[in-house]
């Protein structure tokens, strides 16, 4: 968003700081792409990277947001509904409320799976999710016109 200017001013400073936490934990698309957003800048815009980089890394780096989300995901299965053994209702079925997938019918199996809500777990289907997947560049076309050049041919 910072890089093209997309909700927000155009910062490539801060569009690189955010790339340089997005690569923390090394996946190669990703540092491929920090790398690109680090030869854009100039001395000076490295410089300010240099000063203003450690105060998010303080904030959002993984040293202190992996604990932050470990926190949420303890909280959010103890405030569950739900057997306390751990059995879960092979007929239940429930909709998402928010994100993506809102409203989109999931099983209770599905729902309560320890990869969502145990943080060792849940890192490990992160890690997985991210060695399996490559950026793919992508083209948005417009829906095709017609253009008349009024030369031979017509078109």
Sequence with gaps: MYQEGIGVDA???LAYIWMDLAAERGYRDLLVERE????RLDTAQRQRVLAEGPALYAQYGDAVAKPRME???RTARHAMTGSRTGFVNPGLRMALGEGP???RPVTGDDYYRDAFWEPAAYWCLQEQIWQNTRLRPSIEIGAPRQIRD???GGD
């Design 150 to 152: 009024g030369g031979p």
């Design 71 to 73: 926190t949420v995901l």
């Design 101 to 103: 997938e809102a409203n």
């Design 11 to 13: 910062d490539p400073v």
């Design 36 to 39: 690109r957003y680090w030869q």
